[in-house]
């Protein structure tokens, strides 16, 4: 029987997809050039999966039009199997890459196949090794004409929500499908950045143990701050070291690594002009995080503030206030960017339809998303995300305990850059006069970079001082 699906790369995302499609009732033909990863699939696929070693004999066994599914590392790699398959692809031909690629990469590819018929399509897939294998949240973009010959097998295997409609979508033309994962990932770098920050508030000033703040984020998740994340916070905090008895969270070392989506996203809002802050300072703490010797050596050495009373369990409900707040910030800056992304390449993106995608399956999956889905779909869309009814009343309840969150930090001397930034990002927004007319007044003197005035139409420039 011909092959459905030919997927590239057995890895841990690769084998995963592979087996959910098989379940699916797919036939997928798996290439790997590592013998034990192509053993692996034939054995867990029960005789439903081909396992070659080559390109040429998985061009072979695949159906017409073939589909290809590159499971292959982002960057170099997957330049080296396009290289590799490209000269024996024909016209209608599918090539989709579900890698965690830089969007301009793809934009790059498609470029280059432009005018061979071959169609190519960037698909953000996430969810991990469980979700790949289980559900994903898959995010397809690119050429539109792929897509009625991806969309039943893609929404077969994607995750489901609640109400059953499929996590696959289609994201829109272009480097989209890729761009919404860079921002998906962009705000997960910020929501486990701000959840992190409120782990160690709960330590530090409510004053619990890591068991205990397992229980409070347990408790949150069955409320409005329910969210994978917030659920896979509870169930680490509860995880106690096997040979101390521990818990694992104290026994880990305080550094955090990353691959790039976070900065990628990060940049791009740097280049579109959006102020996706609270992304941006998630991407620095890691960086902060890394540099564990150097915070060692200056924790000995800079001072802290004097020390603040006021500590104590009823800062709990603040904290989970401000976690509120300050994730329907962080989410919002994603919108933002992603609305910045289609305006500036026309990708022809439905903000609702991302929202939608992302409810169950991927990473962000949260309880805030049905709000945010309800606000983007109202007719006519919110200037600002955090301007729609149900989000500004829920912020206009949680503002006040965010700033409260805030303020005790920073007199505890606790970093919160993601909360802190977040809040600041609140009241840049409601801020109807900044001190922007000084910066302005300021280019021009330095510079004669001229201003303009709130009493009279025109450009203006000031001779400040004679010279
Ligand atoms: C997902 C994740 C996934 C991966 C990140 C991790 O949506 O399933 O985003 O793609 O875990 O790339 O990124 P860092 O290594 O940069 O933290």
Known sequence: QAGDIGVVGLGVMGHSLALNLVRHGYTVVGLD?????RAQLLRVAEGRARAVASVLDMLQALQSPRRILLMVPAGAAVDAVLAELRPHLARGDVVIDGGNTRYTDTQRRMAALSGTGILYVGAGISGGEQGALLGPSIMPGGDAQAWPLLRPMLQAIAAKTADGQPCCEWMGSGASGHFVKMVHNGIEYAEMQLIGEVYALLRGLAGLHAREAGQVFAKWNRGELESYLTQITADILHHEDAESGQPLVDLILDTAEQKGTGKWATQAALDLGVPA?????????????????????????????????????????????????ARLCAYAQGFQLLAAGNAEYQWGMDLVRIASVWRAGCIIRARVLDDLRAALAASPPPAHLLLAPGLGDMLARTQQPLREVVAAAVLQGTPVPGLASALASYDGLRTARLPANLLAAQRDYFGAHRYQRVDRAGSFHTDWIAL
Request: glycine content about 12%.
């Open 33 to 37: 050039l590592d013998e034990g990863k």
């Open 277 to 325: 802050s609270t992304m941006g300072e998630a991407v620095f703490a890691r960086a902060v995080s890394a540099a564990k010797p150097l915070r060692e050596q200056a924790a000995k050495l800079l001072p802290g503030p004097r020390p603040d009373g006021g500590q104590g369990p009823e800062w709990i409900p603040r904290l989970r206030d401000a976690l509120l707040a």
